[in-house]
């Protein structure tokens, strides 16, 4: 319960709370290995789930099998808020454990059930609430990433956005190469002799998913 309270879900909630809570909102939880799929796309899903250890990818896959990925969950962070707040709507995404993980899954529907013996309830919804402006957000930031037309401005707009986030211009991301090109929608050969090309031009250096940002771009 020590990490569960100092989550933004549970932000001001006590672990007598968390307790509390635990028997009206049927808290459970789950292990996974990576590349399980939690909640797949087309499934109707009426729980939060709060990752405890590891991370969950948000990933979408067109008709033509074209991934694209959304965002990383790290621990202490929720994913399907969206659509556990939102009765019978499908999931249009993939939650698949990006590495082994612990999930505690919440459920939404007895959240917004009013309980005398959990009267912290309003205090987890108010931390729903801004989670899910903050999830709106990272859309909003992927979306600015992706619409350069250029690999290199795609890089940039990323690369500014972590420098600004980490505040450094050595920045540590979530990503591998191909998740890195999913995230940016490029393919993956294309991100790579790009990268290189940069380092070439004294951009940049890097190495695995660490990268020194030589110029100023804040």
């Given at each position: ?28 939880t789950g292990s996974y290995k990576k590349g399980h799929v939690i909640f ?32 990383i969950t790290p621990a202490g962070s929720v994913f399907a808020e969206s ?39 309003n205090t987890l919804i108010h931390n729903l609430v801004m989670i899910s ?86």
């Open positions: 319960m020590n990490f569960i309270s100092k989550t933004a879900l549970f932000r001001g909630c006590s672990e007598e709370d968390i307790q509390n809570m635990s028997k009206h909102l049927d808290f459970r797949g796309a087309g499934s109707i899903v009426t729980d939060i789930g709060l990752v405890l250890s590891g991370s969950v990818r948000i990933e979408h896959t067109d008709l033509w099998g074209n991934k694209s990925i959304l965002g659509y556990a707040c939102i009765p019978n709507e499908p999931m249009m995404v993939d939650a698949v454990a990006n590495e082994d993980c612990d999930i505690l899954f919440i459920n939404v529907p007895k959240l917004f059930m009013p309980c005398s013996a959990c009267d912290s309830q402006a903050g999830k709106n957000l990272q859309l909003s930031r992927r979306s600015l990433h992706t619409s350069p037309k250029t690999i290199r401005g795609r890089l940039f707009s990323y690369f500014s956005q972590q420098v600004s986030a980490q505040g450094s211009n050595k920045i540590i991301i979530p990503f591998d190469r191909q998740q890195l090109a999913d995230y940016l929608n490029l393919d993956r050969s294309a991100l790579s002799k790009e990268l290189g090309k940069m380092r070439n031009d004294g951009l940049i250096e890097y190495n695995k998913n660490t990268f020194v940002i030589k110029i100023d771009i804040r």
